[in-house]
């Protein structure tokens, strides 16, 4: 990856929002995604990013995007920035493996871990009904699937391996109630307990969840009634695995605990396609922090990673192409702290100055920007600009100390889908809203 350490071009703000205008492509309807369409070509992974986790047109925009790909291109999945157990639920629902019946709405109302909105909204309820309608009357090797990549499932995890092992495997069944037992006293407080407790201990539960990974991969050539529920059970055997790395670094503080994760994610990708075969072709929806390149921000010299660099690293041959996500102003969906409840929020207009700001003034409208055509721009490939990144805590009022994320834009992203204004997205969760459907459902772009 080309990197530039001089800054022999001074910025100026109004040559930057000229260039701006020059190469971006108007963006007012799903007709106007081709040269998106073109740049992605024949590439493997496309992942698919967002600049908050609850804004409803940065989910809209992915599931048309998703839609195509996996339509036009023969794409195999989908893999997100969600648990794997509640993930695999909905999997095998799109998939039509769902013996209760339960639809959509049911399956992903049950995604019950905090942020519960993340995943439990109506704009996935409609990508989840049309991944269930699209898979319908496919073979099973050619169904689109829906998964997990994050590491945050550890008792949730556990809990699927243990009831999976006493309907398969009872004689295995021990070792994975030696390392819920280990885990389970820490269970209240999420990770934060066995982190403190792991200070003093430091490979606390480790050899359990190790030996857990060993019995299962050992065992795996006995499990052969549903390839697709072995691959499962191993996963959640290396969520743990990972989950503990992860509790165990983080209360160091520091980028170890971040690139655990991030690592995490990038090695369940690469599972995901050796399961789906030498051509599978994957999409991953992640925030901007996880999909646009780590060395093209502040990150890289903080120590750390992502899982759009590291894919970038891997599979530069066969193609990456990764898409950002940004907004000037509008609303979100957030919470106050963590674990707090959700609450929709004004997003207020960009800080002067950031990429978001120069997008809006090249022009009040959407827009997408192909970043091949910005690459021979020398100003914009020399400086960093603050790009505005909300997580699932937001306070606007605080947003100038650690919202922006100094990127080179055009080295961060393949492309960029810039929105002028948006909303925020409708949760199941809500009260009073409940199962009340939202007024434009199923939505459109």
Not at 145 to 160: A, C, I, K, T
Not at 309 to 314: D, F, P
Request: include cysteine.
């Amino acid at each position: 990856m080309k990197r530039y350490f001089t800054r022999e071009v001074p910025f100026n703000e109004l040559e930057a929002v000229s260039a701006i205008r020059q190469w971006s492509y108007p963006l007012q309807s799903k007709a106007d995604l081709g040269p998106l369409l073109d740049r992605i070509g024949d590439a493997r992974i496309v992942m698919l990013g967002e600049a908050s986790h609850g804004t409803h047109e940065y989910y809209m925009w992915r599931a048309y995007i998703s839609r195509r790909l996996i339509q036009e291109k023969g794409f195999n999945f989908i893999a997100v920035e969600g648990d794997w157990p509640e993930c695999y639920r909905l999997n095998r629902f799109v998939k039509g493996y769902d013996q209760d019946n339960k639809g959509a709405f049911k399956v992903l109302h049950g995604f019950s871990r905090w942020p519960t909105w993340m995943w439990a909204n109506w704009e996935m309820v409609a990508l989840a009904e049309w991944m269930q309608m699209y898979n319908t009357g496919i073979p099973a090797n050619k169904k689109a699937g829906f998964y997990g990549l994050d590491v945050y499932s550890l008792w949730e995890s556990m809990d699927s391996i243990m009831q999976y092992l006493k309907k398969v495997d009872p004689a295995a069944l021990k070792v994975a109630e030696d390392a819920f037992h280990c885990f389970e006293p820490f269970r209240k407080e999420e990770g934060s307990s066995y982190a403190r407790a792991a200070q003093f201990v430091p490979d606390l539960c480790q050899t359990e969840v190790v030996e857990l990974l060993k019995k299962i991969q050992e065992r795996l050539p006995m499990y052969n009634t549903d390839h697709e529920n072995v691959f499962s059970t191993e996963q959640n055997a290396l969520v743990a695995v990972n989950a503990e790395k992860y509790y165990r670094a983080m209360i160091a503080g520091g980028p170890h605990s971040w690139n655990i994760r991030d690592r995490h994610m990038a090695d369940t990708l690469e599972r995901l396609l050796d399961f789906h075969g030498e051509d599978a072709k994957g999409i991953i929806w992640a925030h901007n922090t996880h999909v646009g390149d780590a060395r093209a921000t502040d990150m890289k010299d903080e120590g750390m990673y992502n899982i759009g660099e590291l894919a970038r690293l891997q599979h530069h041959e066969k193609g990456v192409v990764l898409v950002g996500f940004g907004s000037y102003q509008g609303s979100v969906m957030a919470g106050r702290a963590w674990g707090a409840p959700m609450k929709e929020m004004e997003l207020p207009q960009a800080q002067q100055g950031s990429w978001e700001h120069l997008l809006h003034m090249a022009g009040k409208n959407n827009k997408l920007l192909i970043m091949d055509d910005l690459t021979s721009n020398d100003m914009l490939m020399e400086h960093h600009i603050g790009h505005r990144a909300v997580g699932v805590v937001y306070n606007a009022a605080y947003e100038q100390y650690g919202n922006y994320v100094p990127s080179i834009l055009p080295m961060r992203y393949d492309a960029f889908i810039y929105l002028d204004e948006t909303k925020a997205l409708h949760p199941l969760h809500l009260e009073p809203q409940g199962r009340q459907v939202p007024q434009t459902y199923p939505f459109g772009v």
